[in-house]
């Protein structure tokens, strides 16, 4: 969505990691809090980040639209389970970035909102498990 007239800060990948605000501008394609993107280009292209603040999106990244058929921390599992497909699958020498037609024929399953309840519940619990054990 493109605004214009509301000054917020440029949501780059060096504000996502350290939340420093270099630049404020008053238009740009914007993000809200909660939405999540993706790094398309350079070296990590393939991180996911969660939003955190409202702002304009860097040009580096795009905004990952999850439909009201998933459920939002289903999806964050799904997109951590591909992770390792993001960042072997990038294309260009000097620059790479992320192939745009590797989202069209992602293998993502897709059951009911309720068993995706499920799934996430018992997926927090593991990785709650895995952080009090300290187990990479």
């Known amino acids: 969505e493109i605004c214009k ?5 440029i949501l780059d990948v060096k504000f996502l990691r350290n939340n420093n605000i270099e630049n ?16 398309m280009d350079g070296e990590n292209s393939g991180e996911v980040f969660t939003i955190k603040e409202n702002g304009y999106l860097g040009s580096t990244l795009k905004k990952l639209e999850i439909k009201n058929i998933s459920l939002t921390h289903f999806m ?5 389970y591909f992770k390792d497909l993001f960042r072997l699958n990038k294309k260009g020498a000097a620059i790479p970035h992320l192939d745009r037609k ?14 995706q309840e499920k ?3 018992i997926l927090d619990e593991l990785f709650t ?8």
Not at 76 to 80: A, P, T, V
Not at 129 to 136: I, Q
Request: proline fraction near 10%; hydrophobic fraction near 50%; charge should be positive.
């Open 129 to 136: 498990l895995k952080k009090a054990l300290r187990v990479e």
């Open 24 to 39: 404020i501008v008053s238009f740009g394609n914007k993000v809200y809090k909660n939405d999540r993107v993706i790094l």
């Open 5 to 9: 007239d509301e000054n917020l800060p």
């Open 102 to 115: 590797l989202f069209l024929n992602l293998p993502i399953p897709l059951p009911p909102l309720k068993e």
């Open 76 to 80: 964050d599992f799904m997109l951590l």
């Open 119 to 121: 799934i996430v519940k």
